[in-house]
């Protein structure tokens, strides 16, 4: 289930308007989901105007799959600001693309240091986490980022793994239902499949799993759905098909 989020955790990473481009305090709309009331920290305001550029760069190369390249760019931009927290973040991010695990939790924990405020640094540790094991640190992380970030689907997809793992599955499927009736035809679908064949409650999941493929075929839970859907179906004594 974890990898499945990667692609939104990149769009959210390089969509999210610029601290400097923006007032203290504002409402912020991304495509993966809504972030209100977002606080802008002086750690954010007062980078360098060349470390900005630096990153801006930065952005622009990752978005090539030039990650080596985007690198070299994010650490010029911390030589100049070195608690720089969009920086730090995305660095991290790549550096847990490129299974470099220990660099990336380093310069996550610097970020959220450096500004306790910014919810996606706390989000992308979450997501760090959950690929350690470390299913009670994600899940502390990750309330950390929903009281900055509310009303979106990614952070409680984020907690309903770290509660699956830890095979809490009622409290996983009261999460994932809770967060479904503002966020429709998600992920969340899935995750609430996965909580539900915890329960051996296998004719919903096969529902779930239905509704999420009939509205995204193609989407970025679609073969974990299919696999998951397959697997209950071949299963002994498992009732509805």
Known sequence: MVSQIRSVLVIMLLTAPLAWNQERSLSIADPPQQVTGATISA???GVPRKARELYEKARKT???HADIEAQEKLHQALHLDAAFPEALTLLGYIQLQRNQLESAEQNLRAAVRSDPTYGNAYLVLSHLYNMQGRFDDAIEQAQRANALMPGGWIIPYEMCVSFIK?????TALN???AALHTNP???LLVAKAHALVG???YPEAIVELRDYLQRQPAGGGSQDAHDLLSRIQKAPQQGTQ
Do not use: C, E, N
Not at 166 to 170: D, I, S
């Open 199 to 201: 329960l051996d409650r």
């Open 62 to 64: 990752f978005l090539k």
């Open 166 to 170: 830890k095979h809490q599955y009622a």
């Open 175 to 177: 999460l994932s239902d």
């Open 43 to 45: 750690a954010r305001l």
């Open 185 to 187: 035809g998600t992920l």
